[in-house]
């Protein structure tokens, strides 16, 4: 079973601050995404990334894809309170079926 | 609809009897997607369909959960003889093909009481 973790499991800064969430697995992925959800919402899909090494931004958010397409990280520059919520990556593995596997969430709280 | 619409948005039942979750995924998406996400945690895979058919089903968890999607649109979730553990939030998504990025519906929030 493909598992895919991430770190840190709950995270709260003051507004401003800078950070970065990791995403993990031993499996390859063909790609990888990013989503952000609020309480009583679905996920929103920030980001997706299919290129070893790749790296792409998003305003404050900066997201890059392992050279070996087995991780990825989420760096956000100045957080803002509106950052605050659950990060999840998903990632589709390289041979397969196409459904994305998800990981286990960064919980982010940015105070004011 | 202009996004996936999942009803009903709450649903508490008594243990043992039978749910149906409803998905109106975004019109013209052929994928469509069933997660399960316990409080707080990530989500995890129950069913994918391309069009009417489901090419993997391997994350329903037991044979009491079954799924359909008619006229390649709207699917159902059926729970039988629920149990406790079955309580969660059960997210659906529907993409334009298998693979892009999902819309997320904003879930049914199921409770076995």
């Known amino acids: 079973t493909q598992l895919l973790e991430q770190s840190p499991q709950f995270l709260s800064i003051q507004e401003g601050e800078n950070l970065t969430v990791y995403c993990n697995s031993s499996s390859v992925f063909s790609s990888l995404q990013w989503y952000r959800q609020e309480p009583g919402e679905g996920p929103v899909l920030l980001v997706t990334v299919v290129t070893g090494g790749e790296v792409k931004k998003l305003k404050r958010l900066t997201f890059q894809f392992g050279d070996a397409r087995k991780d990825s990280s989420l760096h956000i520059t100045a957080a803002q309170p509106g950052d605050t919520g659950l990060y999840l990556c998903a990632g589709r593995v390289a041979s397969g079926t196409y459904k994305y596997i998800f990981g286990t969430g960064t919980r982010l709280k940015v105070l004011a | 609809g202009a996004g996936v619409s999942q009803s009903p948005s709450n649903k508490v039942t008594e243990k043992g009897k039978d749910v149906e979750l409803r998905c109106d995924p975004i019109?013209?998406?052929?994928?469509l997607y069933w997660y399960r996400q316990s409080l707080g945690q990530g989500l995890e895979f129950l069913i994918y369909?391309?069009?009417?058919?489901?090419?993997?089903k391997s994350g329903l968890p037991s044979d009491r959960f079954s799924a359909e999607r008619t006229g390649g649109s709207v699917s159902t979730l059926t729970i039988q003889r629920t149990q406790q553990e079955d309580s969660a939030v059960y997210l659906c998504?529907?993409?334009?093909?298998?693979?892009?990025?999902?819309?997320f519906g904003s879930g049914t929030r199921l409770t076995v009481v």
């Open positions: 019109s013209g998406h052929t994928a």
């Open positions: 369909f391309q069009g009417n058919s489901a090419p993997d």
């Open positions: 998504a529907s993409s334009l093909a298998s693979n892009y990025g999902y819309t």
